[in-house]
């Protein structure tokens, strides 16, 4: 083990230990906004672009620049979820009106 491993050494030797010398978000987290941002558009209804940026965030996870995960996966729930069940709820009232109106159901 050599100095430089024994004093978490990161390029300046006049630094403290454990010193990062970047400036601004870290590394892991430059990219979480795109998550929140996702889930913020599933909000507010708007499914399609929830989905393209759930799937936005989910690569920049794999690539490391993010690290807001389950926000991704939520946000793709809801963008690819709720158009379903809102779909299949409105199948299912207009079968039910069609069978009120043929005498079927009453």
């Known amino acids: 083990m050599t100095y430089k491993d024994e004093l978490g050494y990161v390029g300046h030797p006049e630094l403290p230990h454990g010193y990062h010398p970047y400036l ?3 590394p892991l987290h430059r990219d979480d906004w795109i998550a929140k941002a996702a889930l913020a558009a599933a909000a507010v209804l708007l499914f399609p672009l929830a989905i393209a940026m759930g799937h936005v965030s989910l690569r920049r996870q794999r ?5 807001n995960r389950k926000a991704a996966i939520i946000a793709l729930w809801l963008g ?7 779909a299949t709820g409105v199948a299912i009232a207009l079968m039910v009106y069609a069978m009120i109106g043929v005498g079927v159901l009453g």
Do not use: D, E
């Open 24 to 26: 601004g978000v870290h």
């Open 80 to 86: 690819y979820g709720m158009p379903v069940l809102v």
């Open 63 to 67: 690539s490391g620049s993010a690290s």
